[in-house]
């Protein structure tokens, strides 16, 4: 079992800035791989970034469009992202996930079809305005 808590999510204008962290406990030696997805109201829940090889690998959704950045602390169980240049379009609930690093490339591409075996945060709410 994994459990992770998100924080850092508010409300901020078009073309700011937000910093998410997500701090995992339990099980972290096995799922390797976490990751950051979000879910809009109303719309399907998209894989925005992962972090896997001890850190020495990442990946983004094609939206980020190098705007975000995912990085990891060892030290703190923690993994962060950096948001930078946000719009209106990125305004959604922000989940953290954990999951085997065996899954790690397709939960980016679709993370809906491991809602039942990687592990969820609650999310943090993540508001821009124009």
């Known amino acids: 079992q994994v459990q992770l808590v998100e924080s850092g999510g508010g409300s901020v204008q078009a073309g700011g800035s937000l910093r998410l962290s997500c701090t995992a406990s339990?099980?972290?030696?096995?799922?390797?791989?976490m990751g950051w997805s979000r879910q809009a109201p109303g719309g399907p829940r998209e894989g925005v970034a992962v972090?896997?090889?001890?850190?020495?690998?990442?990946a983004y959704g094609d939206f980020v469009k190098g705007r975000f950045t995912i990085s990891q602390d060892n030290a703190k169980n923690s993994v962060l992202l950096e948001m930078n240049d946000l719009k209106p379009e990125d305004t959604a609930f922000y989940y953290c996930?954990?999951?085997?690093?065996?899954?790690?490339?397709?939960?980016?591409?679709?993370?809906?079809?491991?809602?039942?075996?990687?592990?969820w945060g609650k999310g943090t709410l993540v508001k821009i305005s124009s």
């Open positions: 972090i896997y090889g001890g850190g020495g690998v990442t």
């Open positions: 996930a954990a999951m085997k690093e065996s899954y790690c490339p397709d939960w980016l591409m679709r993370p809906r079809a491991y809602y039942g075996s990687a592990y």
């Open positions: 339990g099980d972290t030696s096995t799922n390797t791989c």
